[in-house]
Structures are given as C-alpha cells and as structure tokens.
C-alpha cells in the first residue's frame, strides 16, 4: 500500500489547513491510520491517530482541541483539520499506517512521502 499525502502550506499564525492522506489499498477496521509531524534537527513526534472501524481517537497534548482527525471511507482517506495553528505546528507531516492504537512512530509499517507545514508568526 502507498500513503499519498497532500494539503501543506504556506499560512500565518491562528490560520487553519487540512492535510489528507490517501491510501492505494483497501483500509481496514483494525488499522490505525496516524499523523506525525518532524521539525528540522528534532524527532519525530505524534500528532493523532483514528482507529479505522471505531474512529476512536487520540491526539498529542499539544494539538488537542485545535486538531481534528477524520476519515471517509468511501475514498480510503484520512484528513487532519488543523485549526488556530502556531509557528510551533510548523514542521513536516506524515500519515502512517499501522495495526497499534499507538502513538511511537516505530509501530508504524507504512508511511506516506510528507507534506510541509509552515506556519508564519
């Protein structure tokens, strides 16, 4: 399966964007699809995650209440609405694909190419 990733940009401080990621494959109920972000010289780090049959979420402390995790099954795509974003948020985005209701980019098998986010202050 390949991830395609898209929506990046270009915004300023307190603007919104929404990523989406499209999967090649069929996903199923028990796959957990995840949003990572990694700024330059710094780790990757979690950002949310949906479970695919439940829509069970999870978000990182960070993004909790400006981030919304969605999916539409229908297109095999999952969607990160990112709202009231900061110059913090600016970093590169990767969708994952995994079988864990994890938030440790390790657990994760399969990964999209990315897709930048720069938030202007």
């Known amino acids: 399966v390949q991830l395609q990733a898209s929506g990046g940009g270009l915004v300023q401080a307190g603007g919104s964007l929404r990523l989406s990621c499209a999967a090649s494959a069929r996903t199923f109920s028990s796959h957990i699809m995840a949003w990572f972000r990694q700024a330059p010289g710094k780790e990757r780090e979690f950002v949310g995650l949906i479970r695919w049959g439940t829509q069970s979420t999870k978000y990182a402390d960070s993004v909790k209440g400006r981030f919304t995790i969605s999916k539409d099954g229908v297109a095999n795509t999952v969607y990160l609405q990112m709202n009231s974003l900061k110059s913090e948020d600016t970093a590169r985005y990767y969708c994952?694909?995994?079988?864990?209701?994890?938030?440790?980019?390790?657990?994760?098998?399969?990964w999209g190419q990315g897709t930048q986010v720069t938030v202007s202050s």
């Open positions: 994952a694909r995994g079988s864990s209701f994890s938030t440790v980019f390790r657990d994760y098998n399969t």
